[in-house]
């Protein structure tokens, strides 16, 4: 069974500071990673995409993607109280539309 | 652009009643999604459509509930009769097209609507 597994936290970070997220998967033929912000009482909202090994930045944001340890995370540079909120972490197998999600992360920043 | 589109966005009930949630994906998108969400359990996936086609319907939790996609641009979930356990957020996700050489599947990532939040008395 396809696993995504994520530290339920909470995270506490002060503003200003970097909050580092991670989330690891089960599945070798994944080929697809997401990371979606879920405010309280909210929908699940896309922050970032990465489909290959490396780093992505936008903006705050940098996802980073190790294929070969499974290991995915979002690194979120000056943090923001308004960055509170719970991360959670997708998956794609390739070959197929679905996505797997971790039960997510939540971040808390303090000001 | 107009995102998912969910309906109602609060719904309360007693056990027993039929109850139906409609959901609009993003024009242009192919794929369909419906998750459930609690705390305990997390998002689950309950069904999704591809060309509004039922490609897997694994995650439904057993017979009461039923999805229907009688078109590009609109779907129902239906849960009859309905029981207190069904209570949680019900999302609607849609996704375009894929972009890689076999356009039967997408790694695009989901959109979701604002959610149905379902309190079965």
């Known amino acids: 069974q396809k696993e995504v597994e994520q530290n339920s936290g909470p995270l506490s970070v002060p503003e200003g500071a970097i909050a580092s997220l991670n989330c690891t998967y089960s599945?070798?033929?994944?080929?697809?990673f997401f990371w979606y912000r879920q405010y309280s009482g909210k929908s699940p909202e896309l922050i970032m995409s990465?489909?290959?090994?490396g780093d992505k930045e936008d903006g705050r944001f940098t996802a980073q993607l190790n294929k070969a340890s499974q290991y995915v995370s979002l690194l979120i540079r000056d943090s923001q109280p308004s960055d509170s909120a719970t991360y959670l972490c997708?998956?794609?197998?390739?070959?197929?539309?679905?996505?797997?999600f971790g039960k997510g992360t939540m971040l808390l920043v303090s000001p | 652009d107009a995102g998912v589109i969910q309906s109602p966005r609060h719904e309360v009930t007693e056990m027993g009643q039929e109850v139906t949630l409609r959901c609009k994906p993003i024009?242009?998108?192919?794929?369909l999604f419906w998750y459930r969400q609690t705390m305990m359990r997390g998002l689950e996936l309950l069904i999704y459509?591809?060309?509004?086609?039922?490609?897997?319907d694994s995650g439904m939790p057993e017979d009461r509930f039923s999805a229907k996609m009688p078109n590009a641009s609109f779907s129902t979930l239906k849960i009859q009769p309905s029981e207190p356990r069904d209570s949680a957020v019900y999302f609607c996700?849609?996704?375009?097209?894929?972009?890689?050489?076999?356009?039967?599947?997408?790694?695009?990532?989901?959109?979701f609507g604002d959610g149905t939040r379902l309190s079965i008395l």
């Open positions: 990465i489909y290959s090994n």
């Open positions: 599945d070798r033929g994944s080929q697809s």
């Open positions: 024009s242009g998108h192919n794929s």
């Open positions: 997708a998956v794609n197998e390739a070959g197929y539309s679905t996505l797997t």
């Open positions: 996700a849609s996704t375009e097209r894929g972009r890689g050489m076999v356009p039967l599947y997408s790694n695009q990532p989901q959109h």
């Open positions: 459509f591809n060309n509004n086609v039922p490609i897997d």
